[in-house]
């Protein structure tokens, strides 16, 4: 669970804010539990987490679509529990695009704008100006059917900026489109709203694109934030067992607290081997604990050891050669899932299934996180 400080903005700073929101569809099961969450004007936040963790659910209650069972959202200090969503000036993008099939570009652009009353000559201009943001000028006249799935959400975009919302909420708005043209769809969107300056809630299963576009990402799971913060933060300093292997690869390791002495700690694997580690969420000796070090930051060549890294010996089950990079599997301390990746470069050894290597790293490197349950 993230700590409450992670979710405190100053009152000026608060923009979008989620006040002990609750949400239950049955009146007994909570899919969204106590959130407390706060967004400043111009951010970029995505909330992340596996399909059930509550996060689409919270923006449906944003845009109106479901009602929060109790709480308090409010948009730029007004409750809007109750505004009803076509009257709360919100931008929506889905993964589906729900353009008009029977309308053309121009035209599902126009139609946001003429249920707001603009004159004819005005939306004519706001339509032209969001067509070029997204690089669609020479489309207007199109039909939805006769664009790609890329244009067609380039377009869907398009329409959910074209009356100029300051908050702009997208619900896996990528999900249907291939790898490459989902990762440049990403720079855009991140673009388009940094230059405008709009606000953004995102939502995604899919880490990669979380830590790519957001300013600041929150990982939900069961109905709660786990953890909010920037995406480096999220990566590099995990609040939890939960969030280290949701976020990015990670290498597990399970052990006992032997000690603790402020900011580092000593963890006697299952295996035997003792480490060091920095101690994250576990608070006494005797805890269980889950180790949690990313592949990267594992060395197998000494030379590169610095002073104070800790190392094990391995065995080599399986070496793959990924062009960039190489990954090797390992079984270390009795497990078969060990992972480590070095960059190919002329000095880095190719390792063979079957030998025994040393492997190694810091233990800033290496942190002691809570035992997932049955552990």
Excluded at 128 to 134: H, I, K, P, Q, T
Excluded at 223 to 251: C, K, M, W
Excluded at 318 to 332: A, C, K, P, Q
């Amino acid at each position: 669970m993230a700590e409450e400080g992670l979710m405190t903005k100053t009152d000026g700073d608060e923009f979008v804010v989620f006040d002990g929101v609750q949400k239950s569809y049955d009146g007994t099961t909570l899919v969204v539990k106590d959130l407390n969450l706060s967004v400043p004007k111009g951010e970029f936040l995505t909330m992340l987490g596996p399909s059930g963790s509550g996060k689409t659910t919270c923006l449906m209650m944003l845009a109106g679509f479901e009602t929060a069972t109790s709480g308090e959202i409010r948009l730029q200090g007004r409750n809007i529990n109750t505004v009803p969503p076509h009257k709360r000036g919100i931008g929506m993008v889905f993964q589906n695009y729900a353009l008009f099939p029977h309308m053309s570009v121009a035209e599902n652009l126009a139609f946001p704008l003429e249920v707001r009353k603009i004159g004819k000559s005005e939306r004519e201009q706001k339509v032209r100006r969001a067509l070029e943001m997204v690089q669609m000028g020479d489309f207007g006249g199109r039909r939805p059917a006769q664009l790609s799935g890329g244009q067609q959400q380039r377009i869907a975009l398009a329409r959910a900026l074209v009356f100029e919302p300051e908050l702009v909420l997208m619900d896996e708005p990528l999900g249907a489109l291939d790898k490459q043209l989902r990762e440049q769809m990403q720079f855009e969107i991140t673009r388009i709203a940094h230059d405008l300056g709009i606000t953004v809630v995102y939502v995604t299963h899919d880490q990669t694109e979380a830590l790519t576009m957001s300013d600041r990402v929150a990982v939900f799971n069961d109905g709660r934030i786990q953890q909010l913060a920037t995406p480096s933060d999220l990566y590099e300093h995990p609040a939890n067992s939960f969030v280290a292997q949701f976020i990015g690869e990670n290498n597990r390791l399970m052990g006992t607290v032997t000690r603790i002495q402020g900011d580092a700690c000593i963890v006697r694997l299952d295996s035997g081997d003792e480490i060091d580690a920095k101690p994250v969420n576990v608070i006494r000796v005797g805890d269980r604990t889950q180790i949690s070090i990313r592949p990267e930051r594992v060395e197998t060549n000494k030379d590169r050891l610095r002073d104070g890294a800790h190392t094990l010996q391995a065995e080599v089950l399986e070496f793959i050669y990924m062009g960039d990079i190489f990954r090797t599997r390992l079984r270390v301390a009795g497990h078969d899932d060990f992972i480590i990746k070095t960059r190919n470069a002329p000095d880095q050894i190719r390792h063979q299934p079957g030998s025994m290597i040393d492997i190694g790293w810091l233990p800033d490197d290496c942190r002691a996180l809570d035992a997932p349950q049955g552990t």
